[in-house]
């Protein structure tokens, strides 16, 4: 029974926070903005019950997968650090450099990219990409993916952002 509710506390929010995104973020403003707090009400449990089948079938089918975490962990490796560099950039800097920022953070992507197929020993024409590149932990990924995105934006600002707020104009770095 204690086993249970741990099990049900720890399902319950996504579940809750995927149902209140859809109803209020996609249902109500796109199909049926003018319906009565009744019909969303009976639309959200039933979403739960939609959502909840969904992901318990994600959950069946990835069963067979081995080491699915380690999967993910690589995949969040290749985005995480771009966003908290852009997200460091923010905070830390007067700067305001939207496709710098964008750009920055796309290149990031695809160097992390090249590295993890680095280890994963990918090969290019025959030749192993290990030749070229040496092969880094995926947990690096993030640092490395943080680094270079925080760089890349602010160099990159006063180029293809210039005259923004808080963006010098080129030359008066």
Do not use: C
Request: proline fraction near 6%.
């Amino acid at each position: 029974l204690v086993l249970a509710a741990i099990v049900m506390a720890s399902i319950d929010s996504p579940l809750a926070s995927l149902t209140a995104s859809f109803v209020t973020d996609i249902y109500k403003p796109l199909v049926r903005a003018d319906a009565p707090e009744r019909h969303y009400l009976v639309l959200a449990r039933a979403s739960v019950a939609v959502f909840g089948l969904l992901l318990a079938g994600i959950a069946y089918v990835f069963s067979s997968f081995d080491k699915m975490l380690w999967l993910a962990f690589k995949i969040g490796g290749l985005t995480f650090g771009s966003l908290l560099g852009v997200f460091l950039l923010g905070l830390l800097t007067q700067r305001r450099a939207n496709r710098a920022n964008l750009a920055a953070m796309v290149a990031m992507v695809l160097v992390n990219f090249v590295l993890l197929l680095t280890n994963e020993g990918a090969s290019l024409l025959g030749v192993p990409l290990s030749a070229f590149l040496p092969r880094i932990a995926w947990s690096w990924m993030v640092v490395i993916g943080t680094a270079g995105t925080f760089g890349l934006g602010w160099v990159l600002g006063p180029i293809l952002d210039p005259g923004l707020p808080g963006e010098p104009s080129p030359g008066k770095l």
